[in-house]
């Protein structure tokens, strides 16, 4: 019965069927339009169809249809059915239209990164096994769940087969439940595998009107950096920065190991789980491979966006991670565990190269670990991390955009007369710049086609909409609304933005860019900086917040962020600096200090520098006309500025001029030169190492007054 009603509707399509002429002659057909399908699988190249031998051909040329067909020498008419679909449940039948495929980031003109012997499918698959499965394993116990792949809605008859797996970590206490259960195991599934998953068994996850996956990350809507801690062992208490003003807390390794045990005997617990094997680093030399366990679709399409996407081939052998994160972001840590102070906790252990998430589902987490291990490792490659933007024009010149929030660096980093390197992370190694990533990870709020229609246009399937509001019926999205958060983003693979540089590498940067909103408007539109300027200027990390109106205070408030990305790095910034200003100098890069906040007085009463003006300094810098400039320094800051850059009105590239009252200036270039002084303390007696003080010529390159 089942075949009969899988051949009444094959022949029962939307399109007129077409019956074959049964004397053996041409098949006929109204129109070729690439998805008519014909029974011996093949159309014309030119995609013409010849009509019949005497057929009558219409006045537009096209066969017309027989309506009664001739028969062949034996007498038997057939029509044009293909054979029957050898399908006995409607399961079997979904089978036979998939094809094996693994989502991969586009590389063009490059070989994966791993050679090997072939292997077959069935050693690939028990290889990933088994790496999934000791990755799982908890350290005190039986080794944990019998792993498999595939979903358990759809798999639960294949169990027994990989019953016979185990690990090779001998057991100290005895065998436990969780040693007896199967573990399902979704391994890099696809956007659209991860959309199945998210919407049937997540609750506030949605598809919105561009197509984009619409989710919620629970009560955490941004990181927890209080929370954030560092294992500190006789390795990392050397080389980490720790002390004041550090983002690195420390732990020790026992708590370290509470946590762990409990985040994988939660991801044990559950029916199934989400692995991504990926990548970071565009650079193939230095690439990185990354394992991200997690209890959600949601967490799992994200990190497919975020980190860089293996072929099928670099899959086979990808083996074990050189990282690995092991995401239980709904279970909370044990808050009497030490050094826990709240049911959030986010540890790393760089000796074990591990990573655990307890109490907060915001994916975020996850992509700044990454970056924090990477602030690690690659220094100690002679690699310099950079929380940095980054572009390059049409004849190969680099530029790095370094900037906190709301200093326009991804504004001015996506220009559309460059090719997009990254806008958030990269490495800078001896063959030039590299995106950590695979994807972008862009602010939503107040987003608008106008403003922003590259971020516009790239939200659409595959992307990852975190907390935004939307219409329940035509599920299109308001940005504008801040009702669970104003932190909503947006997560997509890097080639949804038209002019990326696939693969997303290039030279050595040509111009190194930091940029501030001086709310004080004091600092000039556009600087250039020495080495020693830039060294220190980097190490501060400046800008300034437009203060609230809540607490009544309305002068501006300074921000200062070593290396523009405190938060994340693992050494001192000095070490950064020492190695931007090294790199700067062994391959000509000219360091800008541009400011893309006010002029001619402070917030409230002078104006903010119009992006147009702002456009053109970078373009100037771009082209190679501003390093030719004439130039002169101002006072306290000793800023070299020039005279004129072509499109900016020149009174306003020497604040002074732009401020009528000239007292006042002077008084708020003072206080902004002693807010530098007091930030740069923390770091001026610093020893790096077990000596090499900062040296004077940094400190010198500050306000002196």
Request: with cysteine.
């Amino acid at each position: 019965m089942l075949l009969l009603l899988l051949q009444q509707r094959k022949g029962s399509g939307s399109r007129t069927a077409v019956p074959r002429e049964c004397s053996g002659g041409q098949d006929m057909a109204a129109e070729n339009n690439g998805e008519f399908s014909f029974p011996n699988g093949r159309a014309e190249a030119n995609g013409s169809v010849m009509p019949p031998a005497g057929g009558v051909v219409t006045r537009k040329g096209l066969p017309r249809i027989q309506t009664h067909p001739t028969k062949n020498q034996n007498g038997i008419c057939h029509d044009d059915s293909a054979p029957p679909v050898k399908a006995q449940t409607i399961e079997e039948l979904h089978s036979l239209q998939k094809k094996k495929s693994t989502p991969t980031t586009p590389i063009t003109g490059a070989q994966g990164a791993f050679a090997g012997p072939p292997l077959t499918e069935e050693e690939r698959r028990m290889q990933q096994l088994q790496s999934i499965s000791a990755s799982l394993a908890s350290l005190t116990r039986e080794t944990g769940p019998k792993v498999l792949k595939g979903d358990p809605a759809r798999k639960t008859a294949e169990a027994p087969k990989v019953a016979h797996h185990h690990h090779h970590f001998t057991p100290t206490v005895s065998v436990s439940d969780s040693a007896l259960k199967f573990t399902h195991v979704l391994y890099n599934l696809s956007p659209a595998e991860l959309y199945e998953q998210a919407i049937k068994y997540e609750h506030g996850s949605f598809i919105t009107s561009s197509g984009a996956l619409a989710t919620l990350s629970g009560a955490k809507t941004g990181r927890s950096p209080r929370d954030k801690r560092v294992v500190r062992d006789e390795t990392t208490d050397d080389e980490l920065w720790w002390g004041k003003g550090s983002p690195n807390i420390e732990m020790d390794e026992h708590t370290f190991l509470v946590n762990r045990e409990r985040a994988v005997d939660y991801l044990n617990s559950l029916e199934k789980v989400f692995v991504n094997d990926q990548f970071l680093n565009w650079d193939p030399d230095h690439r990185i491979k990354v394992r991200i366990v997690s209890a959600r679709a949601y967490h799992s399409l994200f990190m497919h966006n975020m980190c860089i996407r293996p072929t099928p081939e670099e899959l086979e052998d990808f083996g074990t991670p050189d990282f690995t994160i092991y995401n239980a972001g709904q279970f909370p840590c044990n808050r009497y565990t030490h050094y826990m102070t709240s049911s959030t906790s986010i540890d790393i252990n760089l000796a074990r190269r591990e990573m655990v998430i307890l109490g907060t589902q915001y994916a975020g987490e996850m992509k700044k670990g990454l970056f924090s291990v990477m602030h690690y490792l690659m220094p100690k490659r002679q690699i310099l991390s950079l929380h940095s933007g980054c572009n390059m024009g049409k004849d190969g010149d680099v530029a790095l955009f370094f900037g906190l929030s709301g200093t326009g660096k991804t504004t001015l980093s996506t220009d559309h007369n460059r090719l997009l390197v990254g806008d958030d992370e990269h490495c800078w190694s001896d063959n030039g710049v590299s995106n950590i990533e695979g994807g972008c990870y862009a602010k939503c709020v107040d987003l608008s086609r106008e403003k922003e229609p590259d971020i516009w246009n790239a939200i659409k399937f595959g992307t990852v909409l975190e907390n935004v509001v939307f219409d329940g019926h035509t599920r299109q999205v308001d940005y504008s609304d801040k009702s669970v958060t104003e932190n909503t983003r947006a997560s997509y693979p890097i080639e949804y933005i038209p002019n990326a540089k696939i693969p997303c590498v290039g030279p050595h940067p040509k111009n190194v860019i930091l940029l501030a909103c001086d709310a004080f408007g004091v600092l000039p539109p556009v600087s250039k900086l020495n080495l020693a300027q830039t060294m220190y200027h980097f190490i501060s990390g400046y800008t300034a917040l437009v203060a609230g109106t809540e607490d009544g205070i309305k002068e501006p408030q300074a921000t200062f962020s070593a290396c523009f990305g405190a938060a994340f790095i693992m050494l001192h910034p000095t070490k950064y600096a020492a190695m931007l200003a090294e790199k700067m100098q062994k391959h000509g890069a000219t360091g800008w200090l541009v400011n893309t906040g006010w002029s001619g007085g402070r917030y409230g009463a002078g104006n903010r520098i119009k992006l147009a003006y702002t456009r053109k300094i970078i373009d100037a810098i771009h082209s190679g006309s501003l390093p030719k400039a004439t130039y002169h320094k101002t006072q306290i800051f000793g800023l070299e500025i020039p005279t004129a850059v072509e499109g900016v009105p020149s009174e306003i590239l020497n604040p002074v001029n732009a401020w009528e009252d000239k007292n006042a200036y002077r008084e708020t270039l003072l206080k902004l030169a002693g807010l530098f002084k007091k930030n740069f303390e923390v770091f001026a007696n610093h020893k790096i190492g077990k000596g090499n003080k900062l040296t004077e010529e940094i400190l010198a390159a500050g306000p002196i007054f």
